[in-house]
Nanobody, 117 residues
Framework: QVQLAESGGGSVQAGGSLKLSCVASGSIFSIRAMGWYRQVPGKQRELVASVTSGGSTNYADSVKGRFTISRENAENTAYLQMNSLRPEDTAVYSC???????????WGRGTQVTVSS
């Protein structure tokens, strides 16, 4: 079906930047949107940012003005540029694809982002 390969993430000090990448492969025919959720143990999963095939973007209020999502449709790749990182951004970030073909989400394995104060 659809496989997602994530890269980026890691540890950074507050105020720093990181960039996440997500490449979708496999039986890709039509994707509605790509993006990232994040989760902290004991808390509900949160949508961080998404981008549709048409280029429309959506951000969590907590990251607006700091994070930028972009997408290369031809490459089935999405990027999340994270600037001015804060300790509260620490979480596991998971890439997703909203597939029109399969009418379901596909998920990456997740990557840890740790921001120290």
């Amino acid at each position: 079906q659809v496989q997602l390969a994530e890269s980026g993430g890691g540890s950074v000090q507050a105020g720093g930047s990181l960039k996440l990448s997500c490449v979708a492969s496999g039986s890709i025919f039509s994707i509605r949107a790509m993006g990232w959720y994040r989760q902290v143990p004991g808390k509900q999963r949160e949508l961080v940012a998404s981008v549709t095939s048409g280029g429309s973007t959506n951000y969590a209020d907590s990251v607006k003005g700091r994070f930028t999502i972009s997408r290369e449709n031809a490459e089935n790749t999405a990027y999340l540029q994270m600037n001015s990182l804060r300790p509260e951004d620490t979480a596991v970030y998971s890439c997703f694809v909203d597939s029109l073909t399969y009418r379901r989400y596909f998920w990456g394995r997740g990557t840890q982002v740790t921001v120290s104060s």
